[in-house]
Structure formats: C-alpha cells, structure tokens
C-alpha cells in the first residue's frame, strides 16, 4: 500500500525523523492561509500524488508570497500531473503540501528496502540525491552505495556511520546523519514498510539534515498489525479495477495489451504472459484466482476482466492442484451468462477433476474457445485478440 508524501512525513516525524514544516492544502485559499502561516520568504506548493517524477512535470513550484501560492494552487489543482510514472494518463492533483523554503546546500539519497536475491533488508544511500535512483542506478551504478543488514542485530552505527562518510557529509556533521539514518530505519522496521525512500535527504547551509521528501510503502501482508494505516489509503490513488478485486482476494495488476489473463498462482501468471507475448500478443492483466479459488471469487474475477475496455479476448488458465476444475468452470459458466460475454474466451484447463471441468465448458451452451495446452491457448487467444477465427 503507498501513501502520500505528507502521510509518510507525519509518519517519520512521530520517530523522530527531521522533516521540513508543512501544511496540507486542498484549496487555493488554504494554500495561501498556509503559506501566511509558515512565514517563511518561499514556500514550496508541492502536488501529492503517489507517483515520482513530479518536479519535471510541473508538480513542485516555488512561490514566494501567499498571493503567488494561490495563485499556483489554482492552477495546479485539478490538474492531471503526467510523469514517467504515471503514464500518459496521468494523475489529478486534489491535495498539495504547502512546505517551508530551505537554504539548500546539497542533496543526498536514502533509501531501504528488501533484498529479495539476499533475503535481507539493505540501507541504500548516493550523494546524487533529487534524481530519480532509477537513472543514478542505470548510468552510475558505482555512486549507490549499499550496507546490507543482517535481522538479528538489526542496523548498526558503524553501518550507518560508513554511509555517512561515503556520501561526503562534513565531519561535524557526522553524528547528526547517523542518528537521522538509525531512525530511519527503526521507521521501517517498525512500520512493516517494503520501502522507505528519501530523495532529496537535504544538507541546508545552516547545517541541517532533512528529508525533503518522504516516500513510505507498506507490506500488504502486514497491514492486520497496522490497521491505523489503512485510514491512509487513498483509492482515488489506485486502479479502480485492482481496487475491485482486493475486496475478494483476487491478486490483480493492470498492463497496457488487450487480452486478459485468469490464472491460479502467481508463476503460472509470469509464464502465461510470457508465453502470450512470444505468440505476439499483449496481456491487458496480471488476475490471479488464487489456489483456493472459490465458485464466487472465479465470478467476480471474470467480471473485472470484463470491465476492462481495452481487453478483446481472454485466457483461462488454470492448473487444479489445490483448486478443482469443474468448481472453476462453474464459475466461469455463470458469469459468462450473467454478463452477455461479447468476447472471445480462450479456455485451457489441466488437473484435478479435468474432465468433469471440461465437460461442464462443453455442454455450457456457450462459445468458448477450448485448448489442450499453454502453447495452444496462447496462439488462439493472440488470434482471437486480433479478430482471426479459431480453427
């Protein structure tokens, strides 16, 4: 789950982590009453939408007065911030964050997250802070300098100490970063965060260290202790489709092709999307039923495939170890005659119960698509997407 830049500094601040002055603006009168309340010469009106990149799209602006700072809400707000992030579509701004101004003197990234190959958390850190690390880690993959953290002792000084020096901090400055990191990192640990990013951490001219901006993305899976972050949650943030299906379990990610995926099992869903792509085509999802698939959880997943206008034709594939066949076919039967199916469906069944699964597909009445393995579902569902008649 992400939140928003100003959700992931109240957070930070509530460990102590140092974070600039900021009021929340979701007018252009608040902006500029929050602007007169921070009193600093320049404020920063800052669009809040979970995507980065948004400075190079217009969405961070100096102002430097009140009336400047109204004058930049009502432009900003309502508007649809397009980053590399967010795709073409982009994203309407509704909330800003109103910041102080700061003396910036130089600007350092930070950054923890899992690593999966190792198994461990890492404490990332480059002195080419306020790009995006995607670019620093593509082009100068030398400047990201890395401790990993061993989870029975958790992060240390030293390792937080041998950060700060690699990033060039001034020696008086020293104590103050590795107090500033070793927090960090207890947010982390204590939030059941999957990341914490900041970028810029900001070196002021008066000596200051401070996160400039804040991002906080939280395990999924750990949310049952957490439930007070749940409140954070913006759907107006989110899919509308992946929104749908988290309400019954279903593991569903939106892609940009045209056909949609049903699967059980996350590696079957890696591997027919690779395969559908070496047949030529593109899938429009990631829709995983899970290996306990109910009746009604197969339903609602071919409803949201549904949903999806871009989406021509659609595969099921489903491998019943856990999961029955015939119990999915049922599913699949129903909702296909609850919703007037106008698309072609593609189906590929194998495993427990098979047979009766594909005899509850054949004798359903409807114009299902049958195949007899990965490879052959794949070249029809291409086929279909493009308007060519199964053979």
Do not use: W
């Not at 929340?24 to 010469?41: F, S």
């Not at 649809?80 to 910041?99: D, F, M, S, Y």
């Not at 950060?163 to 960090?184: E, S, T, Y």
């Not at 939106?254 to 949609?260: E, R, Y």
């Amino acid at each position: 789950m992400k939140i928003h830049e100003y959700q992931a500094k109240e957070l930070l601040k509530n460990f102590g982590v140092t974070v600039p002055r900021g009021i929340v603006a979701r007018t252009p009168e608040e902006a500029e009453k929050a602007a007169r309340e921070l009193g600093t010469e320049v404020v920063v009106v800052k669009a809040q939408i979970h995507a980065g990149g948004r400075g190079k799209a217009g969405g961070v602006k100096l102002a430097k007065s009140p009336e400047e700072a109204r004058e930049i809400a009502s432009q900003m707000l309502g508007m649809r911030l397009v980053t590399h992030q967010t795709g073409p579509e982009g994203r309407e701004v509704k909330t800003l964050l109103i910041e102080e101004g700061l003396p910036i003197d130089r600007e350092f990234y930070l950054g923890i997250t899992l690593d999966r190959q190792q198994g461990r958390n890492v404490f990332m850190a480059s002195a080419a802070g306020g790009m995006d690390i995607e670019e620093v880690a593509a082009k100068m993959p030398e400047k990201i300098l890395k401790e990993t953290i061993n989870p029975s002792v958790g992060f240390r000084p030293f390792q937080a100490r041998k950060l700060a020096f690699g990033l060039g901090i001034p020696n008086d400055l020293i104590n103050q970063a590795v107090n500033f990191m070793l927090k960090l990192y207890e947010a982390y640990e204590k939030m059941d965060a999957s990341l914490v990013e900041i970028n810029p951490f900001l070196l002021t001219k008066d000596n200051r260290l401070i996160a400039l901006d804040a991002k906080i993305n939280f395990d999924d899976n750990a949310l049952f202790r957490h439930k007070e972050y749940l409140e954070l949650r913006d759907f107006n943030e989110e899919e509308p489709l992946e929104t749908e299906a988290s309400k019954y379990d279903l593991n569903y990610i939106k892609l940009d092709g045209d056909i949609g995926c049903m699967v059980n099992g996350a590696g079957l869903a890696m591997a027919t999307m690779d395969i559908i792509k070496l047949h030529g085509g593109e899938p429009a999802n990631f829709l995983d039923v899970g290996g306990g698939a109910s009746q009604e959880r197969v339903e609602q997943a071919f409803r949201i495939l549904l949903a999806d206008k871009n989406v021509k034709a659609v595969l099921i594939n489903i491998f019943g170890g856990i999961v029955r066949t015939d119990m999915v076919a049922r599913g699949v039967v129903e909702a296909a005659k609850r919703l007037d199916v106008k698309i072609p469906v593609v189906v590929r069944l194998e495993g427990t119960n098979v047979e009766e699964g594909n005899r509850i597909i054949a004798e359903s009445g409807l114009n299902f698509i049958v195949a007899n393995s990965m490879s052959d579902a794949a070249q029809k569902v291409v086929n279909a997407a493009k308007g060519i008649a199964a053979v």
